[in-house]
């Protein structure tokens, strides 16, 4: 059986991410994953993060590259990891896979990429604006450093292809709806790996709580998706880092209202707006303090109230998206954490499930002490609570290999 190294690229709005795996028939191995970290004005005293691990010989990873080097802008960065891609002990790459948040209305499937696609997408940037404009300049990039390699792009926005029509459309009027306005949802390619993750045993009923820098919450109906919480873009839903979330549209027209005044053209303010609402809001915004999970338990711990408030206002935007979603579902069998808080933060995750006891979701105060996969539900809670973490790459690999077979056999 032939082995295929499959390249993963995921980027962050200062960090780019790559993975290498080898697939084998319906066998996957991680060989090497790398990061690029700080890229940018963001970066302390200039200086980024690069590693490397190697899964080859070790489960747990070994560290090829730990360095810091200076990494002013993305041309920097990507170089850094273009030259150890094209150098042993990294395979050429068989395949590369790309992930994308969303690639507008009219990319909505899985597909192999090309330079006309990727300026379609780019058309779009302004639905998820943290994110696409990093993905859409690595994608040029490894179209001309790897020319003779298949790309394919997998977006978030597929496993939320078929929201329900009361999810997906968007109460604005028809001209807007005609452009493309509605919810796509992010954070699917997270939720599509919980349901593989769970097959063949997937749960009628299914919430994933995805909680990281950004954190959304799905409801999944028979392994199909069928509301989220994010909107057009992933700043909706459930406030998160340094995102608002859900918000009175209001409170929008208010704040354009008074950087109108002192913005030097439209487009100046809605980009000043922009720059609110997606990284100075959230719980950094609330907590005045910072958008990381970590460090604001820290300063709960020292008795700041700001940060007991932003946390608070997290578990509590959380619960309501869980109740809600239970009577979108008309009941519960599962409830599922990932992401890096959903994953490690044992404190939010009793905090979220407090008074959810009405809804069959009660907690074990030891299971829940857990990191990693496990099970954390009480014996007497009717849904079972799980922890496991996301397999984003891994669900671009599965992607890459069906397309990549469906395009040989196109061929032949
Ligand atoms: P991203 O959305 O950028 O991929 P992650 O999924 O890595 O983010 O999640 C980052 C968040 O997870 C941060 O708020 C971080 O503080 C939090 N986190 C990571 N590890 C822990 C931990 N051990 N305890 C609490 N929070 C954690």
Known sequence: ?????????????????????????????????????????????????????????????????????????????FALIAKALKQPPFPPPAAIGHRMVCGGPTVTENQRLTPELIDEMERYTAFAPLHTPV???????????????????????????????????????EAYSAMGIRRFGAHGLSCESIVAHLQPYVPARLIVAHLGNGASISAILDGQSIDTSMGLTPTGGIISGSRTGDIDPGVLLYILRDLAGRATSTVDAANQLEKIVN?????????????????????IAEGNADARLAVDEFTYSIRKFIGSYVAVLGGLDMLVFTGGIGENDSAT??????????????????LNQARGEAKISASGSSATVLVIPPAEDLMIVNHVCRLLKEQLETQQ
């Open 1 to 77: 059986m032939a082995t295929l190294p499959v390249l993963v690229l995921n980027s962050g709005s200062s960090s780019i991410k790559f993975s290498v795996y080898e697939a084998a028939g319906s066998e996957r191995r991680k060989l090497f994953e790398g990061e690029v970290e700080d890229i940018g004005a963001n970066a302390r005293e200039n200086r980024g993060k690069f590693w490397i691990k190697s899964y080859a010989q070790d489960a747990n990873g070994t560290k090829l590259v730990d360095e810091a080097p200076v990494v002013p802008d993305l041309d920097a960065g």
């Open 135 to 173: 993905a859409i300049y690595i994608m040029r990039q490894v179209l001309r450093e790897f020319p003779d390699v298949p790309n394919f792009v997998c977006l978030d926005s597929y496993f939320h292809r078929n929201l329900r029509p009361v999810a997906r459309q968007l109460p604005i009027p």
């Open 279 to 299: 990284k100075q809001s959230g719980l950094l915004g609330v907590s005045k303090l910072t958008n990381d999970m970590r460090s604001l338990r820290r300063a």
């Open 349 to 366: 995750r009793a905090e979220i499930c407090a008074g959810l006891e009405p809804l069959g979701i009660l907690l074990d105060p030891t």
